[in-house]
């Protein structure tokens, strides 16, 4: 089955540093990742969506200057989460669509925990 | 905008038992409804998936209905037990995916 990874899948780092989180679909191509975030006892929250080739497209009120998403191939799209804060700990989860497929379905990462102290 | 809500946000019950977990939504144009479960501090497993058209899916124990007119879907989980403790999730896709608050389910041993 299709198979989504993400790194790291635990990061802790000081206040004010940038920090990278990778997601690669595996076995397929991924023309359209998604980026989410979920609070602890939240559900899961869209970010924004990265598109290959091209800019994501953020949802509203995610500042994009500060989480940067690049999708420069099509099995490749990584968010950096610039100069961060306490307030953005939080667990990013990654999901991609599989280029060669119609419909809807997402593949799900495993997800990354930031800590940010 | 869809929202989706899940009800109850917790439940405990003890290991045997039926149970069902409710997720509604207020948008009924939507491509498919999708059930999720979270392990604390885990990503998310797919466990099932109903198309707009359907009604229902089956896996094992599990079983989930769609009522697109009426915006809901249920999770049915038959014969209990421990090891399905975890979060439950459902998400309906739109344009993306609308995720609910969940429920967090503990089977008592």
């Known amino acids: 089955g299709a198979v989504v990874s993400q790194h790291p899948s635990w990061v802790i780092c000081k206040s004010g540093t940038s920090v990278k989180i990778e997601c690669r679909s595996l076995d397929f191509q991924a023309t359209t990742m998604f980026w989410y975030r979920q609070f602890p006892k939240q559900s899961l929250m869209l970010m924004a969506t990265s598109n290959e080739g091209s800019k994501a497209t953020y949802e509203q009120g995610v500042e994009k200057d500060k989480f940067l998403i690049n999708h420069a191939s099509l099995t490749l799209s990584t968010l950096t989460v610039t100069s961060a804060h306490p307030e953005d700990s939080s667990f990013y989860i990654c999901?991609?669509?599989?280029?060669?497929?119609?419909?809807?379905?997402?593949?799900f990462g495993p997800g990354t925990r930031l800590l940010v102290l | 905008k869809q929202e989706v809500t899940q009800i109850p946000a917790a439940l405990s019950v003890p290991e045997g038992e039926n149970l069902v977990l409710n997720c509604s939504f207020t948008?009924?144009?939507?491509?498919?409804l999708q059930w999720f479960r979270q392990d604390p501090g885990k990503g998310l497993t797919s466990l099932l998936l109903?198309?707009?058209?359907?009604r229902e899916q089956t896996s094992g124990r599990l079983n989930a209905s769609l009522d697109k007119s009426s915006g809901r879907s249920t999770l049915y989980i038959a014969a209990s037990q421990p090891g399905d403790s975890a979060t439950y999730l459902c998400a309906v896709t739109g344009n993306q995916f609308y995720f609910g608050t969940g429920t967090s389910l503990t089977v008592i041993p």
């Open positions: 999901s991609a669509r599989d280029s060669q497929l119609a419909g809807t379905t997402q593949y």
């Open positions: 948008d009924s144009a939507i491509y498919n």
């Open positions: 109903i198309q707009s058209s359907q």
